[in-house]
């Protein structure tokens, strides 16, 4: 079992809509959970980090649940701007681990 | 502006050759990294270090040799014996390593076998 899942998708949604993505972890010790984005042919940024009580920050909100150990992304009225790559990462041990990541498309 | 440089953007290397990919940080961070993109795939980490002079292996060492002679310096160097070295290299730095912090990227260096 892979340490950290997600859905590769790709995801192909109209601007405006509602999207949600999941991911998860199989370390029940991990303390430390973030979803990045990466835009094609650039480096991963840090989009936010996901607390215990879950967390919002405009059209984003991120949601932990360790009984389940899975980690979900919600970004509400999509923009075309939100097309990209996002990856889920987990703390592990010594590092952190990386997602394959899940692909969205936004269309207009 | 505070953040990480990678350079070159662009590498190419021939076969037996050893090539070195710089990376620079100004936010003072105490930890760095290195990660190897192949496309399609995540992040796999080579190399990353969490002070002055000590750094430990990764998932994919092999093939791999770093330094850490300075805080704001971590750069790679790709030895002829990694085979397959063909990816996106993208070096990264957190205030304190290695899992609890988020990190921050550098925008990455592109090598190719000729």
């Known amino acids: 079992r892979k340490e950290v899942e997600q859905d590769p998708g790709p995801f192909n949604v109209p601007e405006g809509a509602t999207v949600a993505f999941n991911c998860t972890y199989s370390n029940s010790a991990s303390q430390s959970f973030f979803w990045y984005r990466q835009d094609c042919r650039k480096e991963p940024k840090l989009l936010m980090s996901v607390y215990s009580s879950g967390n919002e920050d405009g059209r984003f909100t991120a949601q932990l649940n360790r009984a389940s150990q899975y980690i979900s992304l919600l970004i509400r009225d999509s923009k075309l701007s939100d097309s990209a790559t996002y990856l889920c990462?987990?703390?592990?041990?010594?590092?952190?681990?990386f997602g394959q990541g899940t692909r969205l498309t936004i269309n207009p | 502006d505070g953040g990480i440089t990678q350079s070159p953007k662009y590498l190419f290397r021939k076969e037996g050759q050893n090539v070195t990919l710089s990376c620079e940080q100004n936010l003072n961070h105490d930890a760095m990294y290195w990660y190897r993109q192949d496309p399609g795939q995540g992040l796999r980490l080579i190399y990353y270090?969490?002070?002055?002079?000590?750094?430990q292996k990764g998932d994919i060492a092999e093939g791999y040799s770093v330094s850490r002679e300075k805080k704001e310096s971590f750069p790679l160097t790709v030895t002829s014996a990694q085979k397959n070295p063909t990816a996106f290299y993208l070096c990264?730095?957190?205030?304190?390593?290695?899992?609890?912090?988020?990190?921050?990227f550098g925008d990455g260096t592109r090598l190719s076998i000729l």
């Open positions: 990462v987990v703390g592990g041990a010594q590092k952190l681990v």
């Open positions: 990264a730095s957190s205030i304190r390593g290695p899992s609890e912090q988020p990190q921050h």
């Open positions: 270090s969490q002070i002055v002079n000590d750094f």
